[in-house]
């Protein structure tokens, strides 16, 4: 199983700001969308970076409410992991342990298609383990 089948059953819209959005707008869009994550995009349409609700805790944690005014660019990850339509469940899912993260943005040619969570990964997982199971219990009921 791929990425694309993730996105398949999930879709591809995904909620993005620029670098330069302030932290409070960031922190209003994650709690209105109830969503973990923003992707920031530069203006070309590339990714530039991810803030996640950790990365907000943090920031304002560490710096005080005044730093909801500054832009998100202050805190979000820089050095973004990505992957492709076309990498395995399995892949994905080990760089996400190892690595720890929870988002994953879909980048085809430079562009951003989609992203996916350890929560749609672990669901995929599920599904293929029920599929399974199912198969495999058919298999012996008529066998």
Known sequence: MNVA???????????????????LDIAKALAEKRIGCVVLLDDDEKVAGI???????????GNGPKILEQPVAHCMTRDVV???ESDTIDRIMAQMTSRRFRHMPVVENGRLVGLVSIGDVVKQRIAEAEMEAAAMRDYIATG
């Not at 089948?5 to 932290?23: E, M, N, Q, W």
């Not at 996640?52 to 944690?61: C, M």
């Open 5 to 23: 089948a993730i996105l398949k059953d999930k879709g591809r819209s995904v909620c993005t700001a620029s670098p330069d959005a302030s932290l």
């Open 51 to 61: 803030v996640s609700e950790r990365d907000l805790v943090r920031t304002l944690a």
């Open 82 to 84: 990505s992957c492709r």
